[in-house]
C-alpha cells in the first residue's frame, strides 16, 4: 500500500485485510493504528488476539497477547470480554493466582457477565490441581458462592464440581451428598432456599429447621416440596426442592439443614426484623464536636490481625484529646481463641465487648451498633487495620472543618481513593514502625482536607448530625455487605452533605479479610441497586478519578519520605511501588550482552525531570529506529515504558513503544512477569554514538545500521 488509510477508513480495512488473510497488510494497519490515539485500542486488540488465538501457540505469544490484551483492557474497562481475555492469558501462562485476582477483579466490575462467571469454578479447580488451593478449601469457596448464583448453567457447573470433589465423610456409609442454601426475607418474615441430593437428584428430602429464641429451643421438619425455578433450568429436580416457610416472630437463632444431614449454606441464620432507627435525642448542652465518639470494629475472623487492630486503638487512647469508647462487636465469630482474648480486654476495662449469637453481616451489625448511643458520632474501622498517634484527633478535625461535611475518611496503603502511594491500588501492609513514620509524615506536612467522591469504609468518620438526617445503612436491599458505605455517602450527597479525605492522617490496612475470597460473587445485587438509585454515580466518579484532586498531597507525602533516606517507611514506598523487577537484566547500553536480544525492553531510565538532558532523546531516536526496523521485517524489540514523563506522547506515537499495563490486584512485578519479563535497559551515561551503534548492532545486519 503505497498510502495508509485515513483514520475513518482504517477499521474498515483491517478487518477487510483480516478476513481475506492478508496478515502482513493487517499488522501493518495495526502497528499504524498504535501511532493514532482515537485507534490505540483497536490496535491493541488486533495485536493481541492473532498471538492468542495462534494455531502454534508459545510461552512468549501468549506474553504478547497478554501484553496488548491488558493495554486494551486498561483503556475499556466497562469491556467483560477484554477482562475474561486477559484471565485466559494468565491462565494460559500458567499464572494461576494472578489470574483468580483478575477475575475477581473483573467480577467486581462485571458481576453479572456470564462468561466471567463461569470461569471462576473451573479456574479454583486448576488452582487445587496445582496444589496451590486445599481440596476442603476449594469445597468451600464453591459452597459460598452458591447464595449468589442466579444463573442455571452457573448453578449446574458449580454443582457438578462440587458432586466431582472426595466426600469429606471418611466413614463407611458416607452421608448422601446433599447440598443447598437458605435465605432470610425480613420484610415479610419468612425464610427459604433449595436442597438437592447430588448423588440422587430425583429424590425428594426434609428440612430440619431449629428455633432458638428467648432460651427456648424447638424443632420442627418440613417437606422440600416446592419446585425451584433456578433448580429445574439447571436440569436437576423438577418437582421438588424449594421450600419457604412463615415465622411466626423474629428469631434470635435460625439453624437450618437437611432432616439427618448436613447445615444448609447460610446456616444458622439471625431471623431478626428490619431495623428501626432511634429518633434523634433531644438537642443537650453539650454541641456535637464535644460529644464521646464510638469507634465500632466489627469482628469475624483473622485473629492477629484483629488484635493488632483493637491494641493499635487501645495504646493510643491516650494520645487522643476526643473521648471515645472503643466497641468490638463480635458477629459470631467462630475463632474461640480470638473471643476469649476480646473479652480479657473487655473485663480489663480497655473495650466494649458485644457478641450476636448468629452472624448479622455487616450491615445489621453496623446499624445495630450505630444506634448504642444514637447522640454521638461514630467511626467504622476495620478489624484488619492499624491506627497511630492522635489520629481520632485529626479526622474529629477535618469532619468538623465545615459545617456540610458528613464523612471523613484517612490516607492508607489500601483505602480506593485514599490509597497511597497511588490512587484505587492496595499497596502492602506497613510494619508498626513503617506505619507510624508515614503517619508523622503525613500529619507533619499540616494538608488541609480534600473534598472526596465518597467516603470508604475500612475507616470512616461518620457525623450523627448527618447520620441522622441521611439515615441509617439500608438492610433491606443491600446485603452481605457491599457498597454500603458508597450508597450512605451517595445518599448524604443527594441531601446536600460532601465528603472528605483527612490528608494529614494515615491508618494502615491490610484488607482482604472482611470477606474473604468469595466477596467478588457478592456484589451482583448491590451494585444493581446502587446503578438504579445513582444512575450517575460512575460517570461522577470516573471524572474524579481522572480529575486527582488528591495528586498534589499524595505528591507531597511521596517527596517528604523520599527526601528523609533514615525513615523507616524508606523501605516500605519502595515495596508499595515495586520497584524491584526480579528475573529482569539490568543492562547499560555501553557493555551491551546478549541478553539484549530479547524482543521486549523496558526503560529502565528516568525520562523526567531528573534525566539526563539525552537520555529521553537517545531513547526517542532508537525507538524510531527500531520502528523503520520492524517496517522493514526485520526483528525489533517493542520498549516498554513505565513511568509518566513528558516525553511520553512522542514515545508512544512511533509505534514501537507501549506503556506498561496496569490491572487491579497485580503488582509491577507479577504484571511484568506476565509480560515475559523484558529486559531492563539503561541508556544514561553511556556515550553517544558508540551506545546506539553498539545496541543496533545486536539487532540489525551491518548493511542497516543506522548512525547517530
Not at 7 to 14: C, E, F
Not at 424 to 433: I, N, S
Request: charged share 20%.
Amino acid at each position: 500500500m503505497a498510502n495508509p488509510p485515513s483514520p475513518d477508513t482504517l477499521s474498515a480495512v483491517y478487518h477487510q485485510c483480516a478476513s481475506s488473510e492478508d496478515t502482513a497488510t493487517a499488522q501493518h494497519l495495526a502497528r499504524l493504528g498504535l501511532q493514532i490515539p482515537a485507534y490505540r485500542h483497536e490496535a491493541y486488540l488486533w495485536l493481541g488476539l492473532p498471538h492468542l488465538q495462534a494455531q502454534a501457540q508459545n510461552a512468549a505469544q501468549t506474553s504478547l497477547a497478554f501484553l496488548y490484551l491488558a493495554l486494551a483492557l486498561e483503556h475499556r474497562q466497562d469491556q467483560a470480554l477484554g477482562h475474561a481475555l486477559v484471565v485466559r492469558c494468565l491462565q494460559q501462562l500458567g499464572h494461576l493466582p494472578q489470574a483468580l485476582t483478575a477475575l475477581e477483579a473483573a467480577l467486581h466490575r462485571h458481576p453479572t457477565d456470564r462468561n466471567l462467571r463461569q470461569l471462576h469454578a473451573p479456574l479454583l479447580i486448576a488452582l487445587t490441581d496445582a496444589g496451590l488451593i486445599a481440596p476442603t478449601a476449594l469445597r468451600t469457596r464453591l459452597q459460598r458462592s452458591l447464595p449468589d448464583i442466579t444463573d442455571p448453567q452457573e448453578l449446574r457447573q458449580v454443582l457438578e464440581q462440587l458432586s466431582a470433589l472426595p466426600n469429606p465423610a471418611a466413614t463407611d456409609s458416607p452421608l448422601p451428598r446433599v447440598i443447598g442454601t437458605v435465605w432470610h426475607d425480613p420484610v415479610r418474615q419468612q425464610i427459604g432456599g433449595w436442597l438437592i441430593d447430588l448423588a440422587e437428584p430425583s429424590r425428594a428430602l426434609e428440612v430440619e429447621i431449629e428455633f432458638q429464641h428467648q432460651g427456648r429451643c424447638t424443632c420442627s421438619r418440613i417437606p422440600a416440596k416446592n419446585p425451584n425455578p433456578l433448580l429445574v433450568q439447571a436440569g436437576y429436580a423438577v418437582s421438588h426442592g424449594g421450600f419457604r416457610v412463615q415465622l411466626p416472630h423474629p428469631i434470635e437463632v435460625l439453624n437450618v439443614r437437611c432432616a439427618n444431614g448436613p447445615a444448609l449454606i447460610g446456616s444458622p441464620l439471625a431471623a431478626l426484623p428490619v431495623f428501626s432507627p432511634p429518633a434523634p435525642p433531644a438537642k443537650g448542652k453539650t454541641p456535637p464536636h464535644k460529644q464521646p465518639v464510638d469507634v465500632l470494629v466489627p469482628v469475624f475472623e483473622g485473629r492477629q490481625a484483629t488484635l493488632d487492630c483493637v491494641d493499635s486503638v487501645i495504646e493510643h487512647v491516650a494520645r487522643n484529646r476526643t473521648p471515645h469508647r472503643l466497641i468490638v462487636l463480635d458477629d459470631a465469630s467462630p475463632d474461640v481463641e480470638l473471643a476469649a482474648a476480646l473479652k480479657k480486654r473487655a473485663r480489663q476495662g480497655q473495650l466494649k465487648y458485644l457478641r450476636h449469637p448468629a452472624n448479622l453481616g455487616f450491615i445489621r451489625n453496623m446499624n445495630r451498633a450505630m444506634a448504642l448511643h444514637p447522640e454521638r458520632d461514630v467511626v467504622w474501622l476495620n478489624a484488619d487495620t492499624r491506627v497511630h498517634g492522635d489520629w481520632l484527633d485529626r479526622l474529629r478535625t477535618a469532619a468538623y472543618s465545615a459545617d456540610d461535611i458528613a464523612s471523613a475518611t484517612p490516607f492508607s496503603n489500601n483505602g480506593e481513593l485514599m490509597s497511597f502511594p497511588r490512587m484505587q491500588h492496595a499497596a502492602p501492609m506497613p510494619d508498626a514502625q513503617q506505619h507510624a513514620t508515614l503517619d508523622s509524615a503525613a500529619c507533619g506536612l499540616g494538608l488541609a482536607p480534600v473534598v472526596l467522591e465518597t467516603g470508604c469504609g475500612f475507616c470512616l468518620y461518620i457525623k450523627r448530625r448527618a447520620l441522622d438526617e441521611v439515615g441509617y445503612l439500608d438492610e433491606v436491599e443491600l446485603k452481605r455487605g457491599y457498597g454500603e458505605e458508597t450508597d450512605w455517602c451517595l445518599r448524604a450527597q443527594a441531601k446536600g452533605w460532601r465528603h472528605v479525605g483527612a490528608v494529614n492522617v494515615f491508618v494502615a490496612h491490610a484488607g482482604g479479610h472482611s470477606f474473604g475470597p468469595e466477596k467478588a460473587l457478592r456484589v451482583m445485587q448491590n451494585n444493581a441497586v446502587l446503578r438504579r438509585r445513582h444512575p450517575q454515580a460512575d460517570t461522577h466518579f470516573r471524572r474524579y478519578v481522572a480529575a486527582d484532586p488528591l495528586a498534589p498531597a499524595r505528591q507531597q507525602l511521596d517527596a517528604a519520605l523520599n527526601t528523609a533516606t533514615e525513615h523507616p517507611a524508606t523501605g516500605w514506598l519502595h515495596q508499595a511501588k515495586d520497584t524491584p523487577l526480579p528475573n529482569a537484566v539490568p543492562t547499560n547500553a555501553s557493555s551491551a550482552t546478549p541478553p539484549l536480544s530479547a524482543a521486549l525492553w523496558l526503560i529502565a531510565d528516568p525520562l523526567d525531570a531528573c534525566a539526563s538532558p539525552s537520555t529521553p532523546q537517545r531513547w526517542l531516536q532508537l525507538a524510531r529506529h527500531f520502528a523503520r526496523q520492524h517496517k522493514r521485517r526485520q526483528p525489533a524489540p517493542l520498549l516498554l515504558l513505565d513511568q509518566d514523563n513528558p516525553w511520553e506522547v512522542q514515545l508512544l506515537a512511533t509505534g514501537q513503544v507501549l506503556k506498561c499495563p496496569q490491572l487491579r490486584g497485580l503488582s509491577r512485578s507479577e504484571i511484568l512477569a506476565a509480560c515475559g519479563t523484558p529486559v531492563a535497559v539503561q541508556l544514561d551515561g553511556a556515550t553517544a554514538p558508540e551506545w546506539f551503534t553498539h545496541l543496533i548492532a545486536v539487532h540489525a545486519p551491518a548493511t542497516h545500521t543506522a548512525h547517530a
